[in-house]
């Protein structure tokens, strides 16, 4: 049996063998074969290449001896990942998510498919993609007669300007939403024209009624740096104000693996952080600043609304 895999967790597949069945060099049964970007033997034990501490893994449009241009290589790798993602598929050296700002057992905590709750306004938020097929974050949900923020939808992929633009209108004009949020740090105008372009073809081409007005546009101007953006959010869900309307997997795990020290957010972060400003303005006056990790909300804690049973008591999805 071989087994091949990036290594995205200490107690993932591989992990879990070696812990179980060990190493074969220490009496187990698996030869580990490591073949990290940048060579760490102090750290990995004898490199399979021979590579010395720092040495890096060699390229094929790159010469071997050409040492300088291999480091640059995989530093422009280093540079555009994240820190998670560097760690995880280039140096097979997986990094818990204890730093994450959101731990998985309070996103499971929030999830609920089953209360019942008024629809107090519907919107849809965009994170545009920066061009050519980005990720282009779009998330729907409403402000409810509780005032929780409820996320609904979660259309993120990458798109072109024409293609998130359209998405997006398909989903306003599928939860009867009242307002598209955009951001105003980001491309606003733009927003605006590619918004109101994909409306009117959409309606020539008979996928929205003509006689059904485009959703208002409305600019939110959220904090500038992506912890001071996330952060408020992240209390948030630990003050049960925002909720998930189901399991959203792809938007959970990039709430629970995003670190404070990435260069850059995924795109379902931040187009639900414009959701939830957009329908909480208030959330966007103050910043948190060095707030405490996030935990799961204790049963009680927020009165009658907690919530409350397993997971699986979240399984039946109910429209708004």
Not at 34 to 51: C, T, V, Y
Not at 110 to 116: K, N
Not at 196 to 219: S, V
Not at 284 to 293: D, E, F, M, R, T
Request: glycine share 10%; proline share 8%; aromatic share 6%.
């Amino acid at each position: 049996m071989v087994a091949i895999q990036p290594r995205w967790h200490p107690d993932d597949f591989a992990g879990r063998r070696l812990e179980e069945d060990g190493r074969l060099e220490d009496g187990g049964r698996w030869k580990v074969v490591h073949l990290p970007a940048i060579a760490n033997p102090s750290k990995f034990g004898p490199d399979p290449l021979g590579r010395q501490d720092g040495d890096p893994l060699p390229h094929p449009k790159i010469p071997t001896r050409n040492r300088r241009r291999l480091l640059a290589w995989w530093d422009d790798v280093k540079r555009t990942s994240t820190g998670r993602d560097w760690h995880a598929l280039s140096q097979g050296d997986p990094q818990p998510s204890e730093g994450a700002l959101v731990s998985r057992d309070l996103l499971r905590t929030i999830r609920d498919g089953v209360t019942v709750v008024e629809p107090q306004r519907i919107a849809v938020s965009i994170d545009p993609s920066g061009g050519g097929w980005d990720t282009a974050g779009i998330i729907g949900g409403f402000l409810g007669a509780d005032n929780r923020v409820w996320i609904t939808h979660d259309k993120t992929k990458a798109m072109s300007s024409a293609e998130w633009s359209r998405t997006a209108c398909l989903l306003a004009h599928e939860t009867n939403a009242g307002v598209i949020y955009v951001e105003w740090n980001y491309g606003r105008d733009m927003c605006t024209l590619a918004i109101g372009t994909a409306w009117q073809a959409l309606q020539d081409e008979g996928r929205i009624p003509k006689d059904k007005l485009m959703p208002g546009i409305d600019a939110v101007s959220a904090k500038q740096g992506k912890l001071l953006r996330a952060e408020p959010i992240a209390q948030q869900m630990v003050e049960d104000r925002v909720r998930l309307r189901g399991a959203f997997v792809d938007l959970e795990n990039e709430w629970a693996t995003w670190q404070p020290t990435d260069a850059d957010s995924p795109g379902r972060i931040d187009a639900s952080c414009v959701l939830v400003y957009g329908l909480i303005p208030e959330v966007n006056k103050g910043a948190i600043v060095h707030a405490p990790l996030p935990t799961a909300p204790q049963p009680g804690q927020f009165g009658r609304g907690a919530l409350h049973g397993p997971a699986s008591a979240y399984g039946r999805r109910i429209g708004q």
